[in-house]
Each structure stands twice: as structure tokens, then as C-alpha cells.
């Protein structure tokens, strides 16, 4: 299995910054794509931005211009720094990653999810 790790998160002002971070780990081959999506209460899960192991990047329009991520291959981890943060950004953040781990002597694909950090931006 893949697990993934992340970090950050919390209570800030609008106007204000907040950087998240994501580890993957376990038999992990490959990956694909590492990134972020966000779920409101009574809202579907939105993508908020995901990076390939190509350093192509994708973000959803909401924080285009705004939010940036970043990814270390190496590692397989992944970052996104929020800025200019806005109430109706306040939501539960969840990694995702896919791409390819070793699972007893076979390769096979994955696609993984975080459990989930709260980021709450006051007015």
C-alpha cells in the first residue's frame, strides 16, 4: 500500500499564507501525479492543483494566480503554498497521488488519498 503523510494546514486570516505538504511512502515504483483537492461541507471534492513527475502543473481556476505547488520526485513529496487566502477557501484538504508500486513481485498501479487537513480562513 501507499501511504500518504500530510502536513500543515490550519486558522489564518484572509489575506494570509498557509504552505501544506504531502509524503507519499510504502512500495512505491513510480508516481505519476501528486496533488491537492479540498471539499467544502456539502460540496463535492474540487481539484485545487496537481503536478506531474514532469513538472507539468493544473489548477483549479479558484486559486489560479494565487496557489502554487511544487513536488521533489526523489522524495515523492509534494507542497502547495496558499497565499491571499479567502474565506470561501476554507475547506478540507486531501492529497492524491497515482502511479505504480511493487506488490508482491508484480507491478501494479495505485491512486491514494490522504486523510484529509482543515484550512479555515476568517473574514
Known amino acids: 500500500q501507499v501511504q500518504l503523510v500530510e502536513s500543515g494546514g490550519g486558522l489564518v486570516q484572509a489575506g494570509g499564507s498557509l504552505r501544506l505538504a504531502c509524503a507519499a511512502s510504502?512500495?512505491?515504483?513510480?508516481?505519476?501525479?501528486m496533488g491537492w483537492y479540498r471539499q467544502a461541507p456539502g460540496k463535492g471534492r474540487e481539484l485545487v492543483a496537481v503536478?506531474?513527475?514532469?513538472?507539468?502543473?493544473n489548477y483549479g481556476d479558484s486559486v489560479k494566480g494565487r496557489f502554487t505547488i511544487s513536488g521533489d520526485n526523489a522524495k515523492n513529496t509534494v507542497t502547495l503554498q496558499m497565499n491571499s487566502l479567502k474565506p470561501e477557501d476554507t475547506s478540507v484538504y486531501y492529497c492524491?497521488?497515482?502511479?505504480?508500486?511493487?506488490?508482491?513481485?508484480?507491478?501494479?498501479?495505485?491512486?491514494?488519498w490522504g486523510q484529509g487537513t482543515q484550512v479555515t480562513v476568517s473574514s
Open positions: 492524491n497521488a497515482d502511479g505504480t508500486m511493487s506488490y508482491f513481485l508484480r507491478t501494479r498501479t495505485f491512486t491514494s
Open positions: 503536478i506531474t513527475n514532469g513538472g507539468r502543473t
Open positions: 510504502g512500495n512505491i515504483r513510480s508516481i505519476n501525479t
